[in-house]
């Protein structure tokens, strides 16, 4: 599996752009970048999945350069709700699911 | 309707114990997990099943034995608690094939062993 490196915490004002960059130079040909988000007592939510380039839906975007060395989850306008751990993961569906443990994550704190 | 449920949120135990967590998802999916969240707050896949049969078990004590009775339902039961299985359990299940695919968790069982 893919190992993935992230800030460990961030902090933004309510209203910005925040970035979270992730790196995970050994990604594998087949590997998809997920982002997950952890609200305190509850369990991990998918955000936003990408191959290649840009994803965007209507929670956040995702930036993946060519090399697919890293990728960027970028949350527009943030609110104080978005106060959350975010996980990045890289890896790829196979007969054993998709398991993957989540690292540290990027723990995002929103302030007003 | 809830498409990941596990029982009890909460389960408070003495050390020795041995206590059981359910988990059912109404999703259809074919894959199942249990993830053990520790205080620290890493996340750490401890088994995998699809369609009923184990696929992924990581480096977890045998006190800890996962039962499957059919697609929808992967239990968690745990012999002769310790102090150290003080954590959150979280069940989630996924889709096995497929181009990219999300896994959807529950919303945790916390665990106390006193």
């Known amino acids: 599996l893919a190992k993935t490196t992230q800030p460990i915490s961030m902090d933004s004002y309510e209203g910005q752009e925040v970035n979270i960059t992730c790196s995970h130079n050994?990604?594998?040909?087949?590997?998809?970048i997920t982002w997950y988000q952890q609200f305190p007592s509850q369990g991990p939510r998918f955000i936003i999945q990408?191959?290649?380039t840009k994803v965007t839906n209507e929670v956040a975007s995702l930036f993946i350069p060519a090399d697919r060395k890293s990728s960027t989850l970028s949350l527009p306008r943030v609110s104080l709700s978005d106060t959350a751990v975010y996980y990045c993961l890289v890896g790829r569906p196979s007969n054993s699911g998709y398991a993957l443990n989540f690292g540290k994550g990027t723990s995002l704190l929103v302030t007003p | 309707d809830t498409a990941v449920s596990q029982t009890p949120k909460y389960l408070v135990t003495q050390m020795g114990n041995d206590k059981s967590i359910k988990c059912e998802q109404n999703l259809g999916h074919d894959t199942m997990y249990w993830y053990k969240q520790d205080s620290k707050k890493f996340l750490k896949i401890m088994f995998s099943?699809?369609?009923?049969?184990?696929?992924i078990n990581e480096t977890v004590p045998n006190r800890f034995s996962p039962k499957s009775p059919d697609k929808a339902h992967l239990n968690l039961h745990i012999n002769s608690l310790e102090l150290g299985d003080s954590a959150v359990y979280f069940c989630?299940?996924?889709?096995?094939?497929?181009?990219?695919?999300?896994?959807?968790f529950g919303q945790g069982t916390r665990l106390t062993v006193v």
């Open positions: 989630a299940s996924s889709l096995s094939k497929g181009p990219g695919t999300e896994a959807f």
């Open positions: 050994n990604i594998a040909t087949n590997d998809y």
């Open positions: 099943y699809n369609n009923k049969e184990l696929i």
């Open positions: 990408g191959y290649k």
